[in-house]
């Protein structure tokens, strides 16, 4: 192996130039995607493979078009549920990922400091030598919980919890406290389930709190709400902004930042004080209604009116019609639910209000579990028992938060802070925590408490350029997944062309690495068709079978009780005895969040349409048709700073400040500043997406709701000067 | 010119959320360059003052006129106006790249690809149509916006849509006297008062809000399908381009023959 140091510019050559060379390396994944593409009825191997998208965790059905060798186009697959043969702009844009010009095509190992972008290539060997070497070196000085791991959601995900388990570490960061652990635990103290399926197929009526859907995309739902909507449902929406969802729902209330509490609190109580509420439904199903009368009765539509600034009058007839509307009717439960301190509680009271109008059955549904009991599984040994305790806190400080969900942004201070005790190595797979986590100054510097940080991605994305391994990974049309089982078809995520560069699928990864530490018993698979084949083996249907079709059919047993719900009553907890057995409020109560000092604003935090999270800035054809990332804000409030469209601002908040360019609209309220979060990104080795926009991370102010453990994205405050 | 197809796209304004995820498909489906686009979702921007606002998006292409105006000044017969299809198409082997229909396009729908050396725009994806596809813009819709057929088929969803439709409007654009009668049908849209048109070339045409590169204002007279032209002074290319929006009440489409029952 040459040493080669590599600056940006020779970095950047690697791409394409490189793929000769190291084509010869060891771990050649084999051809499999010839093998899929020999399926098809063309004797050049050209036409449609079916697959699945990930550009987001949706996971919608593909059918990648290939033309000699190369993705020329994505198509929806009609076949999908999450996507009735439709992509939005990130699933259109995936091919991108694939031959991006700043793919890294080869491990590397970095060779200057962190954060100067010198690496030099290596061959998977030694890079896959090098971080098992550091990482029993750690589990050897200081225990296997001084290994931290961290990914979130994804296909692969099962084999990176054998490797953290086997490894024998219980310090596990998703990301799911920076999104949605509010309601995630709200549903589960009140349904018993993380989150009950939506069916728009009979709604009527539906409230919206924050849930953006057009710009926040979720392929099949999304569309559901656009048939909804030109079928005559009537849509509320409530946000401080005017988003694209505002722009075409029925009637847009532009709701006080952090009320959202109150405003549905004041639903319940309308609803219960005239004598609204589905009480054969409650009486049969529910456990607490009779606690919920007193516990509410002071939330009337007038006490909220001036908390919320929305009329007592507006309110009052949303209740009316929501509850004429039930059971067609729906409040939503949001998705990003990390907004405030009160957002578990928004989200208690958004499930119950769902509750007392009987929804239930109708609009929402049992969870479809991504049940994989039809399958098989590799076959391995029970995981090492763990003694130490979890830096983040889970669950001996917070107890009802999933394990698997955890509180990430807790892990980042636990690792800065060095206590309960020091964490000394950080394994990321496919996460960008450096521009993910609040208050980003933290996160370097916890980042600098590391002996070793080793990533695996498909590009040098901000937390790769700060880490010491880079072991790159097959991009989604390279590489198989396990397959995920949706309703009665075992979906297929497939390579539909070979690896572009010497990369290795997650599953492969994760065993060589195994292997290394000692754990090939948790993999016990020889490679990733191996794995497919061993999943498959019970239903009897072939790999080929499935390949060609995108899914394996499962005898599914008798669907799941509707009127069944796994909590401690076996009924719908309206009052929770679990949250009152350990001090927390068993029935949602107003709590207020703190409020902007004068002259500063909420900084708002959402989604553009066209980028998920962290990772696909640098994705040009998502970049082609992005809008400049800009901080909103409202024309009168830019009077009185005497800022005008499109001057460079100064944002400051109580950790961090950054320029970025001022968008004055209307579509936002006078006491609220808004920003994109994904942009700002540090790595020069995003040639893309580096130096557009500013990132809003370096201003989140960072905290833990103790009981959902989520963060709370709007509850920072920013002031903003002319830059 | 009656073709034997008279394809046409209906666009429902009430379903597009601006994702923009049809304008990624057709740079992917048309190796479209990275500064180039064929199609734009047209950002009205947000009217109104806070908190009574509204916004609407107009997605558009090339509105394949019957009477197109590239079609006339192209000198190497290069664009031409399809006679089965309908479609306004570009033979890119006989275009010389003089550029002088993409200044004569009174929608700015045209573009010069530098790579190449020709003029491009929307082809209604025909490499699709010919194995019975939709074009990639229409098969991606997230909201189901875009719709895409033959008029001369009653069945066919391009006048399902136009036949269910609350209102239709066309962008017509008069030029020396001569209507465009462009082939995009907008659908329940709101009361359109003020609408940005693109009008000149020159310039980018991937504008960074998603909105067209220039912003000339024209009144879109009061609402009724009577024809309404509004003049327009200053514009270059020695034709007098009028720009007319024409709102077609339900009954009119349906005194005509093609959506008869």
């Known amino acids: ?723 | 010119m009656a073709t034997k197809k008279h394809y046409a796209f209906v666009i429902d304004v009430s379903r597009c959320i601006d994702c923009r995820s049809c304008q990624v498909a057709c740079s992917v489906e048309n190796n479209v360059p990275m500064n180039n686009t064929r199609i734009w979702v047209n950002d009205l921007g947000v009217q109104g003052e806070f908190p009574k606002l509204e916004r609407t998006f107009l997605p558009y292409n090339c509105m394949h006129c019957d009477q197109p105006p590239c079609v006339q000044v192209c000198v190497s017969g290069a664009t031409f106006k399809d006679k089965v299809s309908g479609l306004v198409l570009v033979d890119q082997d006989a275009c010389i790249g003089c550029g002088f229909c993409v200044d004569a396009c009174p929608y700015n729908a045209r573009y010069l690809n530098k790579e190449r050396g020709v003029v491009d725009k929307c082809n209604a994806c025909v490499q699709r149509l010919d194995q019975g596809m939709q074009p990639a813009c229409v098969a991606t819709c997230v909201g189901k916006s875009r719709v895409f057929g033959d008029l001369n088929d009653p069945e066919s969803e391009a006048s399902v849509a136009l036949r269910n439709a609350h209102d239709i409007l066309r962008l017509e654009v008069e030029t020396n006297g001569v209507d465009t009668d462009p082939n995009i049908f907008y659908i329940n849209s709101p009361m359109m008062k003020e609408l940005n048109l693109p009008i000149s070339t020159g310039q980018p045409l991937v504008s960074q809000m998603g909105v067209l590169p220039r912003d000339p204002k024209y009144t879109i007279a009061e609402i009724g399908w009577k024809k309404v032209l509004v003049p327009l002074v200053g514009l270059g290319i020695g034709a007098s381009f009028l720009v007319q929006a024409t709102y077609f009440g339900k009954q009119l489409l349906e005194g005509e023959k093609e959506f008869d029952e």
């Open chain 1, 1 to 723: 192996m040459t040493r080669t140091q590599l600056t940006r510019r020779e970095f950047l050559k690697l791409g394409g130039a490189a793929t000769g060379a190291l084509a010869a390396a060891q771990f050649v994944a084999p051809r499999v995607a010839q093998a899929a593409r020999s399926l098809i009825d063309d004797p050049n191997g050209d036409g449609y493979i079916p697959t699945m998208c990930e550009m987001c965790v949706w996971r919608c059905g593909v059918r990648a078009r290939v033309k000699d060798s190369r993705v020329v186009k994505l198509e929806g697959n009609p076949e999908h549920p999450h996507s009735h043969g439709r992509l939005c702009a990130r699933g259109q844009s995936g091919l991108m990922n694939t031959y991006d010009p700043n793919r890294v095509l080869t491990p590397l190992i970095r060779e200057g400091k962190r954060g100067e972008g010198l690496f030099r290539k290596a061959s998977w060997e030694e890079a896959l030598d090098l971080t098992a070497k550091s990482m029993l070196k750690i589990k050897d000085q200081y225990g296997p919980e001084a290994m931290v791991f961290s990914s979130t959601h994804n296909l692969s995900q099962v084999q990176f919890e054998n490797l953290l388990n086997g490894f024998g570490s219980p310090n596990y960061g998703t990301q799911r406290s920076l999104c949605f652990n509010a309601m995630i635990v709200a549903n589960l103290m009140t349904y018993g389930m993380e989150e009950p399926n939506r069916d728009y197929s009979q709604l009527k009526y539906i409230i919206l709190t924050g849930r953006n859907l057009t710009e926040a995309i979720s392929t099949s739902e999304t569309t559901d709400l656009m048939d909804a909507l030109a079928r005559g449902t009537k849509v509320i929406y409530i946000d401080p902004r005017f988003t694209k969802t505002a722009s075409k729902a029925t009637e847009w209330c532009p709701i006080a930042p952090g009320t959202d509490l109150a405003f549905h609190l004041a639903l319940i109580n309308t609803i219960l004080a005239e004598d609204r509420w589905n009480k054969e439904f409650v009486a049969n199903y529910t456990e607490g209604f009779d606690l919920l009368v007193p516990a509410v009765k002071d939330y009337t539509p007038e006490w909220a009116a001036p908390i919320t600034g929305i009329d007592a009058e507006v309110i009052r007839r949303i209740a009316r019609e929501f509850s004429d509307a039930s059971p067609y009717a729906l409040a939503h439960n949001g998705w990003r639910t990390s907004n405030f301190i009160n957002s578990f509680a928004t989200e208690r009271a958004i499930a119950i209000l769902n509750a007392i109008m009987g929804n239930w059955g109708v609009t929402m549904l049992p969870a479809a579990a991504e049940d994989s009991s039809a399958l098989g599984k590799p076959p391995q040994p029970a995981y090492p028992r763990i003694s130490a305790a979890r830096l983040d806190g889970v669950p001996w400080k917070y107890p009802f938060v999933p394990l698997k969900l955890g509180i990430f942004q807790q892990l980042r201070d636990a690792i800065l802070d060095g206590k309960p005790y020091q964490a000394h190595g950080w394994f990321i797979a496919r996460q960008n925590p450096v521009l993910s986590l609040p208050d980003r100054k933290r996160t370097l510097e916890a980042m600098g408490k590391m002996d070793i940080i080793v990533t695996t991605d498909i590009i040098l994305n901000d937390t790769s350029w700060y880490s010491d391994v880079i072991l790159p990974e097959s991009s989604y049309l390279e590489r198989y997944d396990p397959l995920v089982p949706i309703g009665d078809k075992a979906w297929l995520r497939q390579p539909v062309i070979e690896p572009v560069g010497n990369t290795l699928s997650a599953l492969m990864i994760y065993k060589e690495l195994g292997k290394r530490l000692g754990l090939s018993d948790y993999f016990q698979y020889t490679d990733d068709e191996d794995y497919l084949r061993q999943q498959l083996a019970p239903t009897g249907i072939t790999l080929e079978e499935t390949r060609l079709h995108g899914y394996a059919s499962l005898s599914v047993s008798e669907a799941a009780d509707v009127m069944h719900w796994n909590t401690p009553s076996n009924k719908i907890e309206i009052y929770s005895a679990t949250l009152k057995k350990s001090n927390f409020d068993p029935l949602p109560t107003w709590q207020e969040p703190p409020l902007p000092k004068p002259g500063s604003f909420y900084l708002l935090s959402g989604k553009a349409g066209q980028h998920t999270q962290f990772g696909t800035q640098n994705n040009q054809l998502l970049h082609k048709y992005q809008d400049v990332p800009r901080l909103w804000m409202n024309p009168k409030a830019a009077e009185q700073l005497s800022l005008r469209d499109w001057d460079w601002v100064e944002v400051t908040s109580e950790v961090g400040n950054v320029k970025v360019q001022l968008n004055v609209t209307q579509a936002i309220r006078p006491d609220s500043v808004y920003m994109t979060p994904g942009f700002g990104h540090l790595s020069k080795g995003l040639t893309t997406a580096y130096g557009v926009g500013a990132s809003s991370s370096v201003l989140h102010v960072t905290y833990v709701d103790p009981i959902s453990g989520g963060q709370a994205l709007s509850q920072t405050f920013v002031s903003v000067k002319k830059a």
